[in-house]
């Protein structure tokens, strides 16, 4: 079946950053979320993200309208009846995500896959909420959807073959390179990533180094194009915390203890970037 139209459910940083890829791309799409001052504010973002597209030459004028006018939005769930494909970007909630999935199976044709952008809550445990296992699949996007360019695709215990297919080809056709991962906590990008954030963190909490050397010793030792606690803070230590907590809960491993320095950060408010203060200071 080809896909002309796909939904995309949320709204939000991720959701509004997929649906300006998938326009872009030449696809129809219906951003959905639950109130329209939502939507209002994943539309601006999306405007953003075309205007400095723009800015860059990467658009035309005539093709940033174009693809503005391909973004349709709705608070009703019961529109997805309209869609060929699904990509869920709601918060990272486990009952919030298996609702929606139930819904969906209702409101979605038989034929349509479900996929979603959950960071860590098992595929298989979202595709148990509906009746098509087969066709429930992970497309996790990095963020900012629109610059990153990898996407991991997951599949639950009973992803077919065709579904993954589809997904990997979509994902060629938008222009992202696809990654295949198994079903495990943190995916690779964040089994991998988040420890080495949550180890900057021991060692500054160590005393090892300051945040600015240990961020000068990863960037100019290991070739990394930023420092992972400038990068925790512009990711959000919040964020940070909750990947490592999920990854250590799920996989019972020491080694995975999230750092006592992050949740004290947490606890005075720095989240980093977002709140002006994190391991370093901001002007906002
Ligand atoms: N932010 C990141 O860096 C990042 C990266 C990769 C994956 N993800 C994953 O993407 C998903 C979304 O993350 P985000 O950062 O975009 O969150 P966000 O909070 O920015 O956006 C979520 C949106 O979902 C909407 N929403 C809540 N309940 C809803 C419902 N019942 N129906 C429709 N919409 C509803 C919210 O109003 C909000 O606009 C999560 O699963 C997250 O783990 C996030």
Redesign the pocket.
């Known amino acids: 079946m080809e896909i002309k139209t796909i939904g995309i459910?949320?709204?939000?940083?991720?959701?509004s950053g997929i649906a300006q890829v998938m326009a872009a791309s030449g696809f129809d799409v219906i951003l959905?979320?639950?109130k329209d001052e939502?939507i209002q504010k994943?539309v601006e973002n999306i405007k953003k993200g075309l205007a400095k597209a723009l800015e860059k030459g990467k658009i035309t004028p005539e093709e940033k309208e174009k693809i503005r006018a391909r973004i349709r939005t709705t608070t009703e769930?019961e529109d997805m009846a309209k869609v060929d494909f699904i990509i869920e970007?709601?918060?990272?909630i486990a009952e919030?995500k298996l609702d929606?999935f139930k819904r969906l199976d209702k409101i979605c044709p038989k034929n349509i896959i479900l996929s979603t952008?959950?960071?860590?809550i098992p595929i298989s445990k979202i595709a148990s909420a509906t009746k098509r296992r087969d066709k429930v699949i992970g497309m996790?996007?990095?963020?900012p959807a629109p610059v990153m360019e990898l996407v991991e695709v997951i599949r639950g215990i009973n992803t077919s073959d065709e579904t993954f297919e589809t997904v990997k080809n979509l994902t060629e056709k938008i222009g992202k390179i696809p990654v295949e991962s198994k079903d495990s906590p943190g995916f690779i990008v964040n089994r991998v990533l988040m420890p080495m954030i949550n180890e900057a963190v021991f060692a500054l909490m160590e005393g090892v180094a300051s945040a600015e050397d240990i961020d000068k010793a990863m960037t100019l030792g290991a070739n990394l194009p930023m420092g992972p606690l400038s990068l925790a803070d512009l990711?959000g230590l919040d964020?940070v915390l909750s990947i490592m907590e999920s990854i250590y809960r799920k996989t019972g491993d020491p080694k995975h203890r999230p750092c006592p320095l992050l949740k004290r950060y947490i606890d005075s408010g720095q989240l980093g970037k977002k709140t002006g203060r994190g391991f370093y200071k901001y002007g906002l």
């Open positions: 459910i949320g709204a939000g940083r991720m959701g959905m979320d639950v939502i994943g769930l970007a709601v918060p990272e919030l929606i952008n959950t960071s860590s996790h996007f990095m963020n990711i964020t």
